[in-house]
């Protein structure tokens, strides 16, 4: 079955509702762009060269067509831009943030597996799990100062943060691995899990389902609609 990927009228869409919730604040017409400028297809070509992989289709067209950042669930999208020659994501002034796609995107119930096979192939046998943060200090150990850092890689290796969504919590998207083009939501706790974005029937978003339905949401709320259903865990009030 064919699986629309296209963003006609959503550039638009998105920018008519930001201009509502400014005129409800009362404010003015903002002097900076809603989006970042979309990039071509050399450019999307460029950083899928510089990172050896394919990006999911519908991020791809995204980024041809609506920007390469701006709004988006909750708050904002991180911005794909070059800088230095290289490409990156940039997040909160923070950046740029790389993608590591040289294995796939681990589970949170298969992370303490693979954080024992790192640590093995260091000849480091691992103690007992931690409750709070699996096994780093067993990395701390073994990689020393850059024990977290290379904890924090592997955590978040296949992925890329796509999105900001306030006081600390965030948005993933997985490229590499089994679950490629779908979204995981992670809190701001220490070491927190990567939960699916579902929709209201309990399936997992793409990244097209995920920001649509944010969109929808926030014309409801521009309409005076409010949010329809209540969020859970694995499913947010935003993936409704």
């Given at each position: ?24 604040r009362g404010w003015g017409t903002s002097p900076y762009p809603v989006f970042e400028p979309v990039l071509t297809a050399a450019e999307i070509a460029d950083v899928e060269a510089q990172y050896g992989v394919e990006l999911p289709e519908e991020y791809r067209t995204f980024l041809a067509e609506v920007g390469s950042g701006g709004p988006g669930p909750e708050i904002e999208l991180t911005t ?161």
């Open positions: 079955m064919h699986t629309h990927t296209g963003w006609s009228g959503v550039r638009e869409r998105v920018i008519a509702v930001k201009e509502a919730e400014r005129r409800a794909l831009r070059r800088v230095d020659g290289r490409w990156g994501w940039f997040w909160d002034g923070d950046g740029p943030i790389p993608l590591d796609p040289s294995g796939p995107f681990v589970e949170t119930d298969e992370w303490p597996g693979r954080q024992m096979e790192t640590l093995r192939a260091a000849g480091y046998e691992p103690t007992t799990r931690d409750e709070d943060d699996d096994y780093l200090e067993d990395f701390r150990r073994v990689f020393g100062e850059s024990g977290h850092e290379v904890w924090r890689a592997e955590r978040v290796r296949g992925a890329i943060l796509i999105s900001d969504n306030g006081c600390g919590m965030t948005g993933w998207l997985i490229v590499v691995g089994p679950h490629r083009g779908e979204l995981r939501d992670r809190e701001c706790a220490g070491n927190p899990p990567f939960e699916p974005y579902v929709d209201a029937s309990g399936n997992r978003h793409t990244f097209r389902t995920w920001y649509l339905a944010w969109l929808e949401r926030c014309e409801r709320e521009a309409r005076g609609e409010g949010t329809a259903g209540a969020g859970s865990p694995s499913a947010p009030p935003w993936s409704t």
